[in-house]
Nanobody, 117 residues
């Protein structure tokens, strides 16, 4: 079992910044991938950014150049630095953990990000 705890969401004006954190605990096997997803009302959950334990990252086109994902493997924590936020970034942001070769996905409880115009 893996437990994920997200933090760092909140209300920010357009153009502002927020930093999300997700701390994993439990049976942390490597290699693995930690991913940020988001879900806005009426929309499906969508990938925002992902990073492997080896440091490879990928981003949704909509956040490239504005968001940066990073990890501290010693702390089993992944971060999402979000800059130049837009109202369309408003969503609940979820952290996901998956060990390589496993079909089991673990999810955090989600953290709300609201960007006002």
């Amino acid at each position: 079992q893996v437990q994920l705890v997200e933090s760092g969401g909140g209300l920010v004006q357009a153009g502002g910044s927020l930093r999300l954190s997700c701390a994993a605990s439990g049976s942390i096997f490597s290699p693995n991938t930690m991913t940020w997803y988001r879900q806005a009302p009426g929309n499906q959950r969508a990938l925002v950014a992902a990073m492997t334990s080896g440091g490879s990252a990928n981003y949704a086109d909509s956040v490239k150049g504005r968001f940066t994902i990073s990890r501290d493997n010693a702390k089993n924590t992944v971060y999402l630095q979000m800059n130049s936020l837009k109202p369309e970034d408003t969503a609940v942001y979820y952290c996901n953990f998956r060990a390589s070769g496993s079909v089991r996905n673990y999810w955090g409880q989600g953290t709300q990000v609201t960007v006002s115009s």
